[in-house]
């Protein structure tokens, strides 16, 4: 590159195109604005191309062909590259080498291809044996119950509290008027509450009279199959609340909610006052005697609480 001011132009650079080689001009500005100097768009095109792609030789029939830097690609069409696998045999085709594994779920020895055994975790004889495994064993399994929680709680968290029944929404409004500040599905990692009452470290569950099993509207003799689920799950929520962040829940009744807002209003201010610790924590355990919160004399233990609920 020489430095010459040229006649009748700013000073500036004689230097070659970076593809052609061919000589030009480029003033001061031009040259140092530029990384790569060419002498027409031509050229410029053209390395820029050359940057991206190269020539390779079919291993085949010798032919160039022309294919990206980043490409894999050894053949220059889908006939070259399939007279190469057919050449293979045994274990030197890919598509050819099998192993001898066994199936996940009824134990059977079969063939699979090797690339299948790497890529997958799990392996099965058939599409039944598949379907099987996965409803019957993986399913049950604690790790994917406990995933599937993790996730179910997640879902809630980022819903913002979208489990908007009629008795939440009131029990919402009711702690909105007392000035008191919550989280609606709030997560603990595997379970979401209702009502977390971030300031006092409390936890208010709205508890629909059928989908929790109001004792007073179902006995044992007509809980439904729906009732003996839940109510398990119920009973590990409270335990899990109870061992690991030292909380026991209020649990607020649809037919409560409905039918003695005004208990359930004065259950809410005594268990903030009382900084959780109540006699009973179901709603439908109390009434109010001249406007005084009262514990019912005949307590009814939910089917959570009872020993072999």
């Not at 045994?90 to 996940?104: A, D, F, Q, S, Y």
């Not at 649809?254 to 003695?260: H, L």
């Amino acid at each position: 590159m020489i430095y010459i001011p040229a006649k009748g132009q700013l000073s500036g650079y004689f230097i070659n195109c970076e593809n052609c080689g061919k000589e030009i001009y480029q003033t001061k500005t031009q040259y140092n604005r530029a990384k790569h100097h060419f002498c027409s768009n031509k050229c410029q095109k053209d390395f820029q191309h050359n940057q991206l792609f190269e020539d390779r030789v079919c291993e085949i029939c010798g032919n160039v062909f022309h294919v990206s830097k980043k490409s894999k690609q050894r053949f220059c069409s889908i006939q070259c590259q399939g007279t190469w696998q057919s050449s293979l045999v045994g274990k030197l085709n890919p598509r050819n080498t099998r192993e001898i594994i066994t199936c996940e779920y009824c134990s059977k020895d079969f063939y699979e291809k090797a690339y299948k055994i790497k890529s997958k975790q799990y392996h099965f004889c058939s599409n039944e044996c598949r379907k099987s495994w996965y409803s019957e064993v993986f399913s049950q399994s604690n790790d994917w119950k406990e995933k599937s929680r993790e996730r179910a709680v997640n879902i809630l968290a980022k819903s913002n509290g979208n489990t908007n029944t009629k008795p939440q929404r009131i029990i919402n409004s009711i702690l909105d008027n007392m000035n008191i500040s919550y989280i609606n599905e709030k997560g603990f990692k595997y379970y979401a509450v209702d009502n977390y009452l971030d300031k006092y470290n409390l936890i208010i569950e709205v508890m629909g009279d059928f989908w929790h099993c109001h004792p007073l509207k179902y006995t044992k003799d007509t809980m439904k199959e729906i009732h003996k689920k839940r109510v398990p799950k119920d009973k590990a929520k409270h335990t899990y609340f109870k061992n690991n962040y030292e909380i026991e829940i209020l649990y607020l009744w649809e037919n409560d909610i409905y039918n003695n807002v005004e208990v359930c209003v004065e259950l809410i201010k005594e268990y903030i006052q009382k900084n959780g610790i109540l006699e009973n924590y179901h709603s439908f355990n109390y009434h109010l005697d001249n406007g005084i919160l009262t514990l019912n004399k005949n307590i009814i233990i939910p089917y959570q609480d009872a020993v072999n609920a």
